[in-house]
């Protein structure tokens, strides 16, 4: 017996080795931390929690302070069941393509409707009560345990894209014994990994995970190992109720093209991106970061006493409550198309932004334009089009923009009021008294389907100053982003301190700050020289010309590619497909030769979304879905989709 369990952990011990030569070529992070785990415990600076053991000829894993089993039961037998339940049926898995009010048929929207006829096309000739598709693409496992349940499920699924989750590093440590991780990057396949992070590591994985080989987006299977991995689920549901891969606004991008080229043809100023990370005007100033939420309430009286102490930045929809408070903000920013930012920017006293730096995305409406036409407003583009000035990124989130655009601009000490994430927890009331949104939500939960994913359920999540705070998924979407923009700043080692002044949500990698601590902060600030005018006009500039004969040429031999892509007659789906991959890696080669990246990341945008589709259809299993006929109309159909793309890009240089 004991040369058997001898020859076990031999066996065990190669699988360990190999695993942690594969963590440290691919997964380097995680293989210090595992590393630096065993060290301690070897060395007793850490204490072991858990032990492998043998029992009755199968391996379970020892919980040392309870002397409890974490399967207590035959993990062999257990992860054999656990791959026989296992279908190829959209149950357990995360449907990510938009449906309709009957939870069933497609939804299209009517943002990208001129270029996928295919979504109604799908909705006549798919059952989409016997959903069974031929193989499942993308995988996620929710604990590991031991992985022997991994590795039974992968056997039959085979899955190309693999996201193994696990919050205790101990217990994957453990794992690394028995399961052997380097199948999951063998050939084409992809893993990915998110052990013992937090939820914003967390979904940076996610993040990875779904942008790689997005065009297969359509549906992910997930399994749980234990009843407590259903929050982990939960806050994966929540990812892709933000981040829905679907979601290609295609009219309101080229529209949006279109702006960005007539401003730059209007000889508008631009920030330039170089310039901005030259100067760094924002360094060494105290900059105050105000967005429209119901905290800006309690300090409102403060910031007008010491207005001068800051440079103030703040978002459109505040102005005006600013105004009634004779408080000039230094820098406004502004984000949304939509023509009601004019009214935001229309204040009483029509001079009262003559000194202020109004920033835009390249998106803004005539009528924003026309209210601030006298002023000093500066635009940052909303996509790569004019590479001298470089690019600054879009986000939907004003807020979250307004502080990018000022870390751009070199602050590294910020004070955040009014980025709460949270409605005020009395009234519901989304924004601040005398903001130009009046908005209140429900403050209870009040879903009929529990299974379904609103925008509006109330959720709770840690509080800034309060353990919890209720909010719902639409406005935790600005607490996500601001955690983004940190951690993206982080990761690029840009050093700032941000205090989060609000009585909202919790947003990681700020420092919750009270207002005694504010008032100490502040004790010897004295009054600021700021001259933004001046300071914006250095690292801003007009752009002298757009080329785009070149561009429009390529365009034109891209259509005229696409007509005889037409002209083909498809018989089967991996005709389609072979002939589909040569017109797309045509194309790309094509707009690799203009000056812009934005046509091949349209194309890619536009690919993307429609393929989600695509792929669906092509990998369900239902008679007679893929005849001849059926495939040759999807041929035709993607053909027409990505035919319209490339002439409404090229209308928008007319």
């Known amino acids: 017996m004991s040369n058997e369990i001898e020859d076990i952990s031999l066996v065990l011990l190669e699988v360990y080795k190999k695993n942690m030569i594969f963590l440290k070529e691919s997964f380097n992070d995680i293989y210090e931390r595992v590393e630096k785990l065993s060290n301690d415990i070897e060395s007793n600076k850490q204490e072991e929690k858990y032990a492998l053991e043998m029992r009755n000829g199968y391996l379970d894993i020892l919980n040392l302070k309870n002397n409890g089993y974490f399967y207590n039961t035959n993990t062999y037998i257990d992860a054999e069941e656990r791959a026989n339940a296992l279908s190829f049926e959209n149950t357990n898995s995360l449907d990510l393509l938009r449906k309709g009010y009957n939870g069933k048929e497609l939804l299209n929207s009517e943002l990208y409707k001129d270029v996928t006829p295919i979504i109604d096309y799908l909705n006549k000739v798919i059952d989409y009560d016997n959903i069974k598709f031929e193989k499942i693409f993308k995988f996620i496992y929710i604990g590991t345990g031991l992985g022997l349940h991994i590795q039974e499920i992968d056997k039959k699924v085979n899955s190309l894209s693999t996201l193994i989750i696990e919050e205790e590093l101990e217990i994957f440590r453990l794992s690394l014994f028995t399961t052997d991780y380097t199948v999951f990057e063998s050939g084409d396949r992809k893993l990915f990994l998110s052990i013992g992070e937090n939820p914003t590591d967390l979904k940076t994985e996610l993040y990875k995970f779904t942008d790689h080989q997005k065009y297969m987006n359509f549906n992910i299977k997930y399994t749980t190992l234990l009843q407590s991995g259903l929050k982990k689920k939960e806050e994966i549901e929540h990812f892709y109720a933000l981040n829905g891969p679907t979601m290609f606004p295609y009219k309101i991008v080229l529209e949006n093209l279109e702006k960005l080229i007539n401003f730059v043809k209007n000889e508008e100023r631009f920030l330039n991106q170089h310039k901005m990370s030259e100067k760094l005007i924002l360094k060494d100033k105290k900059v105050l970061m105000i967005s429209a939420g119901p905290s800006v309430d309690n300090y409102i009286d403060w910031i007008s006493k010491n207005q001068n102490k800051f440079v103030i930045v703040c978002v459109d929809v505040i102005v005006k409550k600013l105004e009634k408070n004779n408080i000039i903000p230094d820098i406004v920013v502004s984000i949304d198309p939509a023509t009601r930012c004019a009214d935001f920017l229309t204040t009483k006293d029509e001079n009262f932004l003559n000194n202020s730096a109004i920033l835009f995305l390249s998106q803004q409406s005539p009528e924003t334009i026309k209210v601030v036409e006298n002023k000093h407003y500066y635009f940052s583009q909303v996509m790569p089009l004019v590479d001298e000035i470089g690019y600054l990124g879009s986000t939907p989130n004003v807020g979250t923009y307004s502080f990018e655009l000022a870390m751009y601009l070199g602050a590294r000490e910020l004070f955040f009021i009014g980025n709460d994430a949270a409605f005020n927890q009395d009234t519901g009331s989304r924004y601040a008294d005398d903001s130009s949104f009046v908005l209140t939500d429900v403050m209870e939960e009040k879903v009929s389907n529990k299974d379904s994913i609103h925008l509006r359920d109330v959720i709770e ?194």
């Open 461 to 654: 999540v840690k509080g800034n100053f309060r353990e919890t705070v209720k909010t719902n998924r639409d406005l935790s979407r600005f607490r996500d982003s601001y955690e983004e923009a940190i951690q993206n700043f982080n990761y690029n080692n840009i050093d700032f301190v941000g205090y989060n002044l609000s009585d909202g949500a919790h947003i990681e990698g700020l420092t919750s700050c009270t207002f005694d601590e504010l008032e100490s902060k502040m004790l010897n600030s004295s009054d600021l020289n700021k001259n933004i005018i001046q300071q914006m006009d250095k690292v801003s500039q007009v752009v002298k010309s757009l080329d785009v004969d070149e561009d429009i040429r390529i365009l034109s031999s891209i259509i005229m590619k696409i007509k005889k892509y037409q002209k083909i007659k498809i018989s089967t789906k991996n005709d389609f497909l072979s002939n589909k991959l040569d017109l797309m890696i045509f194309i790309l080669e094509s707009t690799k030769k203009m000056d812009s990246t934005v046509y091949s990341n349209l194309f890619l945008d536009y690919t993307s979304l429609i393929d989600i589709y695509v792929n669906f259809f092509l990998n369900l299993k239902q008679k007679d879905l893929h005849t001849k006929e059926e495939i040759n109309k999807i041929s035709q159909m993607w053909s027409r989709g990505t035919l319209t793309l490339f002439k409404d890009i090229k209308n928008a240089f007319k």
